[in-house]
DNA sequence: GGACAACATAGGTATCTCCTAGGGAAGCCG
DNA sequence: CGGCTTCCCTAGGAGATACCTATGTTGTCC
């Protein structure tokens, strides 16, 4: 069987037209090296050098052998050098996973910090919703994600809050932005709500309506859209009114809506934001980079827990 | 230690998605390939794969890894694949040592004959001086060689005599070709003799002097040259007569001399070619290759023994 | 001819590599 | 929901390997 050392004794020996000087370069003792000498020659089937009295010459089939040799020990070295660059974060690929609104306002600076602070990695943020980013958690195709919290089947998974936001009422329409919203209030609401197709796990939905049953009223929504943006453009035409984090509201409603406002629920709403991932695993140095960078993120738009 | 074996355990592995399945590919039990698997990772310092429950899930470490893996057991393959070569003589380099008169009529032949058998390998066909020869033999820098006998220092040499050759007098003067040459004529004529540089150790001067001395008489020579090929057009110029073996003079007269003709001694002198290499060493198939084919074409202008 | 230098050989030990056997977790299915 | 299967891990042991030191052999140099 073939082995790099072999082919590094075979170098060695080569270069120094003597075994003596090859074990010597190499720290080993002199019959190692002709030991590994020998097996290379049998292993391949041909002599490599001549025992002539004292000393060894190569064969000219040495000499074709050499650059092969050399190729080979420096695509291992390259190998290597590969596995020591992707540790040290220079190069590699960095996968992480963001689902829902927290993806929308903290994805593109978590993205932009990653790449500050190791220009030379790929960055992968997938999560088109939130069971695909839990199925992949899962199969172990994601090792971490941040999501927002009541969505998550935690059977096996570490779930760990790092930051709350409020969820708030938005609304272009000054008079209803006087007081906090109570849930009757929000029962006769004309909402717009986004994220359609994942309205059944979509967090801040979950929250709105666990807190509007236990006042024994349903949501009402006129208007379903994808996109968080459409809805806060719909809301700031005076079409309807909505419920999103604060966080968001913040960010688009100056850009999307400027005659709008938020006000809080009373009793406040809030939804929770987690790092999550399988329990018992032990997580590599980029999954605690990007844990560490979203946390900080997050928490600079959110209030930390 | 990282090792051509992780890497075709690592290899597997990655595209099954499996340690099972890629144990059994490779004819190993599973335990094994995941140590193999944990070996490289250590040995990297990077975690390959993800233990998800039942399987192993690549990380983008491996994505990145893999081409490298791929190329260094490439090379790893294309080394072995080159000394194969080398040993079916479909590539490398064969080398062989001849020096004098020998090289002259059967050395192109040598080559060709070769070269039509293995069209892919390279051949060196050595010898610029019977000294040089035994020199490069005694270093082992020459595996075999064929050269005249008499000037053999023959301590841990083998020497196998393959073919004799006459040693004949030309002359363009038909008179001194009437009837066999005795040393008293030789020891009267002008002589033009070729390879001055090494006359010291030429065989065929060296057998002619042994000749000559055991009548009492010592050689003439008027003209000193290094060509065979100059010292036959000076004869046939009329301006001397030479030595030389059978096999040369019937080759060179006819283009150089064509006036020219040769005759024997009384007794006949021969010159014995020979195959020389280290005492006790394995004949490697190259070697054994050319002494074949060697002693063949040598046998076909000179007197096999 | 003696001293030295370089490789081979021998023998012992530690490590590595591979196996079999068995345990545990996850997924599949009735 | 409980049993079965699948897949990986761990443990322990046998055989091979790699390395060492000590010694033999041979060629070279003085």
Redesign the pocket.
């Known amino acids: 069987?073939l082995?790099l050392?072999q082919l590094t004794c075979f170098l060695a020996?080569y270069e120094h037209?003597?075994?003596?000087?090859a074990?010597e370069e190499l720290?080993?003792?002199?019959?190692?090296v002709?030991?590994?000498?020998?097996?290379l020659e049998k292993s391949l089937g041909v002599q490599l050098f001549r025992?002539?009295?004292?000393?060894?010459v190569p064969t000219t089939v040495a000499d074709t052998l050499r650059p092969h040799a050399e190729r080979t020990l420096a695509a291992a070295e390259d190998t290597r050098r590969a596995a020591q660059q992707v540790a040290r974060f220079e190069t590699g690929t960095i996968r992480f996973g963001m689902f829902g609104i927290a993806r929308l306002y903290a994805g593109a600076g978590l993205v932009a910090d990653v790449l500050a602070r190791h220009p030379g990695v790929r960055v992968e943020l997938v999560g088109q919703n939130s069971a695909g980013v839990q199925e992949d958690l899962?199969?172990g195709r994601l090792e971490a994600a941040m999501i927002a919290i009541p969505q998550v089947h935690s059977e096996?998974m570490s779930v760990t809050p790092v930051a709350k936001d409020e969820i708030v009422y938005i609304s272009s329409d000054p008079e209803r932005l006087r007081s906090p919203v109570t849930a009757r209030q929000l029962g006769n609401a004309t909402l717009v709500m986004p994220d359609t197709t994942w309205r059944a796990e979509d967090s801040v939905r979950i929250a709105v309506r666990s807190w509007l049953h236990s006042s024994g009223l349903n949501p009402q929504t006129r208007i379903e859209v994808e996109d968080p943006e459409i809805a806060v453009e719909l809301v700031g035409m005076g079409l309807a009114d909505s419920v999103i984090p604060r966080g968001a509201a913040e960010q688009l409603l100056p850009r999307l809506a400027p005659n709008a406002g938020w006000v809080s629920f009373r009793p406040k709403i809030h939804d929770v934001f987690a790092i999550v991932h399988r329990a018992?695993a032990t997580l590599s140095p980029a999954a605690q980079l990007m844990i560490e960078i979203a946390t900080r993120r997050i928490q600079a738009v959110a209030q930390p827990v």
């Open positions: 069987m082995s050392h020996t037209g003597s075994l003596t000087a074990a720290g080993y003792a002199q019959p190692s002709s030991e590994q000498i020998r097996a025992r002539v009295g004292r000393g060894v899962r199969r096996g018992g």
